[in-house]
């Protein structure tokens, strides 16, 4: 651009006044100054005249004037070297977009005044190229690389739903996709090598959100001469949209929620054509975007794509259009680069189910040109119409058709474009079976702070599920999982972090890093899926996917491939009564009645389970979607594994019932095993699914069947007599000398408004202690990254990531015991004084203030309203609606919170502590005889027995937990 040209963009830009001495005009000329002189320098060859639009722009006048130039300026891109441009129109009051939940099959087929036409940029005049009859649906429309054929989406006669092809002039109508009952077929994009891939509900699932009422759509690949048909998908919830990326990859929308909230998991996955290196491209783990529509890659640049932004319920696939960019990042909001218009304005990562109900412009179908400029769907405003437009990175947009009465859609250039490279397949049909490499299991966050060597061996279980017209948060468990779970077995780990291992191909499968007593460290709330004779590879436990494996050798590379270990006895679904209730028999029934088996069932579940589960942490139907801490559902977070380590009046489980209990809890305390246990199975679809995966997935498989397990005694054994009384404290009587010369309190200034109080606790051996617990202000000021995060709620519907635990006067939690320690010797520096964690003893004298009672302020029946954040009624607010109000609490006392409270809310102890019983457990410096540390006082999550002055439970040094954070004590040079 030369000088002349960048002086008048300068000026604009800038925001000088278009002329000297009058007032600015109603218009943005921002914009269109900046899009002018970007396609002057992207096109100095073929964009000559910006210098004079320029010009021009800086002369206008009137709104007319800048209407005429915008258009002249913005439709002289050089990327619009096309006059025909594909289109869907359809009438205005029946746009024939699914709900966001849905897929075509929930559509009326016909009923619409639609049909494909060919728009002319040239004459704004658009024909119709293919008019279906008896009012049908016509669109999904995609045109072959060549531009010589396309395929669409439309009912047949009998009302389902298939895939058509058309020869580019509009004739040699085509079904391509086979007559199948019960089966529909839709949304289908053409590879590189001439075949396609499409949406089939053979799939035989049910939206589980909505009791199965809305039948899942999958990937299936049809060959290039249309002669075999093969599944590709094996997935929980729908995938939408397949297309191809630049490099031959296949990009699509996926659906899911096992253990994750339902209304944000639309994410991006991309997949080679024969389904191999399934994996997430955008939005794994993330609140935001909701839901990913209508994506599309940038010609001629890696990695970058558009898609439409939407929510849940609310409006229906439309919303914001967004570019995003994965190199950036892939969650949340990072890797965005504009939300369009929106130029130079940061875009948030807003939670919210109706996400853009409010928004407009709102767009849909957006067909990228370049990375800055967009062929697009577009209803500027609520009273406007959807037409085609030309928009940009810079905030312009120019219309290009509208028609009254009618929405303009699937804006495509009809004209040839690049065909991407031809991936060759990389399966074996004649394989059952894959290949999983695992490169480091503790590379990635998710296993951050483990150390090596913690990890013996990797769980592998699969997922069963829901049939159509079944399915829901409350039917495989009570608050536990969508869907069934099938256990496959174990593999090992080696002291390296390496595994190598077979797993069956075609099967949705979950993984599951597992500790020397075999509980989970992590779970995984997803899926992969391999192909036939594929090898899949993985970096490590939740690694970020713009990480690569590290180089260094591991011992699976020299290892051949192991075979999975099955869990006592053959592949099946998980079921409380078969697996669990022998634990019970064998250790419980004796005593307790309530766990006998073959009791009536409660609502459809098994007696025994009703009675259990609620002494067990879960995940639940939907927990929090951004990635959990190591151990955070770890099996010790519950109270029946905590109760059970401690004793029990003598209960000893053997290795076998310790493995089948945390199994159960691992796999988010499910109780049926199959979808029949629960109810019967409609319409004949158990017959339905198996006979599609035989015919598309080449394998047979019927989860409903029960096999014959190796039988194991259920003779109750009693229990050995114990006692489980914890020794008494030791004596820490207070002599007559214990306070001369020391001041009652003392405060700590640690910066930024932050305070430290200590009080003096009386004792042979005086120490101060903290007053109130470390409250996240004061620890961020030693870990500013530190997020002590929300405490899950259970049940489904969940709008945001549950009750929050991150306020500054709240007590830090999810801190191990080694940053606990580290943050003492961080004060300890700052303040030239010496601070630790207490030891249980200084911490249960303190505690007690003198009182020989279980709690400070008396017995564990009392009333502790004023004094204690336990369990109560509030936590009621943790299941909400149709969940049963399982969680132990003691109902009939309301402490104000649901979750931890902000320190100093109740009354002190006598030595002026505050929340020594509840809010957050503490730990302390003392060590239990198996190497975990001690943690004291309960919390906000256990009833008053669980939170005395002598409660404890251990945990591991290096384990965050959900409800435990810690105080400090100060101690004094020993006094002579």
């Known amino acids: 651009m030369n000088r002349y040209a960048k002086r008048y963009a300068t000026m604009i830009i800038g925001g000088a006044l278009w002329l000297a001495g009058q007032t600015a005009p109603a218009f943005e000329t921002n914009a269109l100054a900046r899009a002018i002189e970007d396609l002057s320098a992207s096109f100095p060859a073929h964009y000559t005249q910006g210098a004079d639009f320029l010009k021009q722009l800086a002369a206008v006048r009137t709104e007319a004037e800048f209407a005429a130039l915008e258009r002249k300026a913005l439709l002289a891109n050089p990327l619009l070297d096309f006059d025909q441009v594909l289109v869907v129109r359809r ?4 746009l024939a977009l699914p709900q966001n939940w849905q897929g075509n099959c929930a559509l009326p087929p ?4 639609n049909d494909i036409a060919v728009l002319s940029l040239s004459n704004g005049v658009a024909r119709a190229l293919f008019t279906p009859t008896n009012g049908v649906f016509v669109g999904d429309v995609d045109l072959d690389f060549d531009a010589d054929k396309l395929l669409f989406s439309m009912p047949d006669d009998a009302g389902n739903w298939h895939v058509w092809e058309l020869v580019a002039n509009g004739a040699g109508l085509k079904k391509v996709t086979p007559d199948e009952p019960m089966i529909d077929q839709y949304d289908a994009c053409y590879l590189p090598d001439g075949g396609i891939i499409f949406n089939s509900t053979a799939a035989v699932a049910g939206v589980p959100c909505v009791g199965g009422g809305t039948v899942v759509a999958n990937l299936f690949r049809m060959s290039a001469d249309r002669s075999t048909i093969r599944r590709l998908c094996f997935d929980q919830e729908h995938n939408w949209c397949p297309t191809v990326l630049n490099d031959g990859r296949i990009l699509y929308t996926r659906w899911e929620y096992t253990d994750t909230p339902h209304y944000f998991t639309r994410l991006l996955f991309s997949m080679n054509p024969d ?11 993330s609140y935001w975007p909701n839901s990913i529509f209508y994506a599309r890659p940038i010609p001629g640049v890696a990695g970058k794509v558009v898609g439409i932004v939407s929510g849940h319920h609310g409006v229906t696939r439309m919303g914001d259009l967004i570019l995003f960019d994965p190199g950036f990042g892939r969650n949340e909001s990072a890797g965005v680069v504009q939300r369009i218009p929106g130029f130079g304005k940061k875009v948030e990562p807003v939670i919210k189910d109706q996400l853009v109900d409010d928004v407009w412009p709102k767009f849909l179908h957006p067909y990228p040109l370049s990375a800055k400029y967009f062929l697009v769907s577009c209803k500027p405003g609520p009273h406007e119409k959807w037409g085609i437009y030309l928009v940009d990175v810079f905030d312009n947009r120019v219309r290009l058709y509208d028609e009254p009465g009618m929405a303009i859609l699937e804006p495509i250039p009809f004209r040839k474009t690049v065909r991407p490279p031809v991936i060759p397949d990389r399966v074996n049909l004649d394989e059952k079976e894959a290949t999983v490499y695992l490169n480091d299991v503790y590379t990635g966050p998710g296993l951050a702070g483990v150390p090596r060597g913690t990890v013996t061996k990797l769980r592998v279980y699969t997922y069963h599920f829901a049939y159509p017209g079944m399915g829901g948060h409350i039917n495989v468990g009570i608050d536990g999982p969508w869907d069934v779970r099938r256990l496959l077995g174990t593999v090992p780990v080696n002291a390296d972090g390496s595994a190598s291992f077979k797993v069956p191909a075609n099967m949705p499968l979950a993984l599951q890093p597992l500790d020397k007593d075999g509980q989970a460290l992590q779970i995984m709330r997803s899926w992969f899926t391999a192909m036939p004779g594929e090898s899949v590879t993985c970096a490590g436990c939740h690694e970020k996917q713009n990480t690569t494996p590290p180089s260094r050798p591991n011992k699976a590379v020299l290892q051949k491939p192991v075979t999975i270990t099955p869990w006592y006895g053959p592949f099946r679904g998980f079921s409380f009564t078969r697996e669990v209730q022998p634990v019970l028999d064998r250790n419980c029934t004796g005593c307790h009645s309530q766990f006998a088996a073959n009791q009536p069932k409660i609502g459809g579940f098994t007696r025994s389970y009703f009675a259990l589960h609620p002494f067990v942490r879960r995940p639940g139907p939907e927990s929090d979607y951004h990635m959990p801490k190591p151990y955070e559902y770890h099996a010790s977070t519950s109270e029946l594994v905590q109760m059970l380590r401690q004793g029990h009046h003598g209960v000893r489980l053997d290795k076998e019932d310790w493995d089948r209990l945390t199994t159960w809890i691992d796999l988010n305390v499910p109780d049926h095993g199959t979808w029949g246990e ?12 198996r006979d599609m995966l035989k015919k598309y997935a080449q394998m047979d498989d019927n989860p409903e069947v029960i096999p014959e397990t190796p039988a194991r005694s259920t003779k109750f054994v009693p229990p050995a007599a114990t006692s489980q009384e914890k020794p008494a404290v030791k004596d820490w009587s207070v002599d007559a000398r214990w306070g001369q010369g020391l001041a009652p309190e003392m405060k700590f200034d640690l910066g930024e408004g932050k305070v430290m109080e200590l009080v003096l606790i009386p004792a042979k051996k005086p120490f101060y202690m903290g007053r109130f617990e470390v409250v996240n202000a004061q620890y961020r000021l030693f870990d500013p990254d530190h997020d002590s995060g929300y405490v899950q709620i259970f049940n489904k519907d969940r709008t945001a990531r549950g009750v929050p635990v991150n306020g500054a006067a709240q007590p830090v939690v999810r801190v191990t015991w080694q940053e606990a320690s580290a943050f003492c010797a961080w004060l300890s520096k700052k303040t030239g004084n010496k601070f630790k964690l207490p030891d249980e003893d200084q911490w249960e004298w303190a505690c007690r203030a003198g009182k020989a009672t279980p709690m400070w302020y008396g017995e564990t029946n009392a009333d502790f309203a004023t004094f204690a954040n336990l369990a109560d009624t509030n936590l009621a607010e943790l299941t909400p609606g149709n969940s049963p109000k399982w ?16 320190v100093g809310r109740y009354l002190p102890n006598p030595w002026g502590l505050y929340d020594m019983h509840g809010n957050a457990a503490e730990w302390t410096s003392s060590v239990t005889r198996e190497g975990e540390r001690i943690c004291r006082g309960g919390s906000f999550y256990d009833r008053p027995k669980r939170a005395t002055a002598s409660s404890y439970r251990g945990y591991l040094p290096f384990q965050p937990v959900f409800d435990v954070g810690f105080r400090v004590i100060m101690e004094l040079p020993d006094r002579k």
């Open 91 to 94: 009438g205005a009051d029946k």
């Open 678 to 689: 629960h109810h019967s199975i409609p319409a004949n679809m158990e017959t339905l699914r």
């Open 275 to 285: 389904g191999t290196t399934q994996s997430a491209y955008y939005g794994s783990n």
């Open 887 to 902: 969680i132990p609490a003691i109902r009939t006392v309301d402490d104000g919170v649901a979750a931890t409270a902000g």
């Open 110 to 113: 016909k009923g619409y005044r």
